[in-house]
């Protein structure tokens, strides 16, 4: 236990001096830092299909997928490790930030083999791009209630409707889309299919959402009599929901390695402060302390988090707990670092960050809703009424 409490990864394991050393040959400064911060233009693009590529061919690209499709099968504890060293040499994750942990997963586990076979390899290598056509207007929590609706006409369904927040959608090749089939169901989540829709086909636009970041990070998405055809389904006919909620139960290795690069920038605004003299002031001290604790308590409770997927349990609420504090903690950091740096934060990556941070109590899963899971299943609070 005591291992764990260091960190369950602190081992030198082969995997990780393997991997270090691959990211001293290969990560140049074309490539470091190359992290998705809003829009992502030509340049970001084109320099990350060649990294993307690197860690295909290194077979670091997704390595805890099966050997057959590209990954290394690794372990828990050792996805880890990749995830340690790959936030301290700053290095660029693959391209399909949601295509290879949450998609990817699901066509594996539903996907037939002709459809694992055309889209696995070029996901992986990030030769096509992917988004997640889930959110829509007014479906976001309450995922299952959505509406954007696929008609079977002979080989083809034709699809209509709308999603938003999609991430990606712009520069997306292909979108893993929800779609309702069928109405007549007890539970809203009955009657939704699982399209696996090539953004190109007549009949799909994409508009870019400029956020308050001044850039398009996400986008709408419109669907207008869009024919589909039959064999782009992934899984059954109106048996979506399962495909659904198996994609986005595949972030459990995510959750637990958040903490590496808000612990990485707790220490870069640690040292900044630092150079500029200003950590002889004990209210900076104290803010600062501050931060560094909530970082170090976050580790612990992803390390928690390993342990129980180390020791083979089923994932437990810490993932939820571990999302609420990781987003508390995203947000506060540039707070601290704008206050502890005064205007000269507000211009750099401070600023945007600051600016940015609104987003993360959202993004895959909102800080209430989050809050419910705790109460419920790990307080034993009452239930909150539902309409389903
Ligand atoms: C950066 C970012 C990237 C995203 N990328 C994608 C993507 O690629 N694909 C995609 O499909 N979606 C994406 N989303 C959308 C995201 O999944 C939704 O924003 C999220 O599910 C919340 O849905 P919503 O925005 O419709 O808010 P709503 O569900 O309408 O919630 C509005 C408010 O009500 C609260 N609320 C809702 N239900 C309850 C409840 N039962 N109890 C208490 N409070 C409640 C929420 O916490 C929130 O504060 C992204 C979002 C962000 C911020």
């Not at 589909?228 to 059954?236: C, I, N, S, T």
Request: overall charge negative; proline content about 6%.
């Amino acid at each position: 236990m005591s291992t764990l409490l260091e960190g369950p990864t602190s081992t030198d394991s082969a995997y990780r001096l393997e991997l270090r050393d691959w990211l001293v040959a290969n990560l140049s400064d074309r490539y470091r830092g190359l992290l998705f911060r809003g829009e992502p233009d030509d340049d970001w693009l084109t320099r990350m299909r060649e990294w993307n590529v690197l860690l295909a061919e290194a077979g670091y690209a997704a390595p805890s997928w099966p050997v057959e499709h590209g990954g290394r099968a690794i372990g828990i504890l050792e996805q880890a490790a990749h995830a340690e060293e790959m936030a301290a040499a700053e290095a660029p994750g693959p391209i399909n930030a949601l295509g290879i942990p949450n998609i990817a997963p699901a066509i594996m586990t539903y996907g037939t083999p002709e459809q694992q076979e055309r889209f696995l390899r070029p996901l992986l290598r990030g030769e096509e791009i992917w988004c997640q056509g889930f959110s829509e207007p007014d479906a976001g929590s309450d995922l299952a209630s959505l509406q954007c609706r696929a008609e079977r006409d002979g080989d083809n369904y034709v699809v209509t409707g709308q999603k938003v927040w999609t991430t990606l959608g712009q520069v997306a090749d292909y979108c893993e889309l929800l779609v309702r089939t069928d109405s007549s169901g007890k539970r809203p989540s009955d009657g939704i299919t699982c399209l696996l829709v090539d953004v190109g086909l007549p009949g799909i636009e994409i508009r870019p959402l400029r956020t308050i970041t001044g850039s398009a990070e996400f986008n709408e998405m419109f669907f207008n009599e869009v024919r589909v055809p039959v064999e782009a389904r992934l899984g059954e006919e109106h048996a979506g929901w399962a495909v659904a909620m198996s994609t986005l139960s595949n972030e459990r290795g995510g959750v637990a390695t958040l903490h590496l690069r808000l612990r990485a920038r707790i220490r870069g605004l640690i040292d900044t402060a630092r150079e500029l003299g200003l950590t002889d002031d004990p209210v900076v001290r104290d803010r600062l302390a501050d931060l560094w604790a909530e970082g170090e308590r976050l580790r612990y409770l992803a390390d928690r988090s390993l342990a129980r997927a180390a020791a083979g349990l089923p994932p437990g609420p810490e993932s939820s707990v571990i999302k609420i504090a990781w987003s508390q903690l995203g947000a506060r950091i540039p707070e601290v670092a704008v206050d502890v740096l005064g205007m000269a934060g507000l211009e750099g990556p401070w600023g945007l960050d600051l600016l940015h941070g609104r987003s993360l109590p959202i993004a895959g899963g909102t800080t209430e809703v989050n809050r419910n899971i705790v109460g419920e299943r790990v307080l034993g609070l009452p239930r909150e009424p539902r309409l389903s």
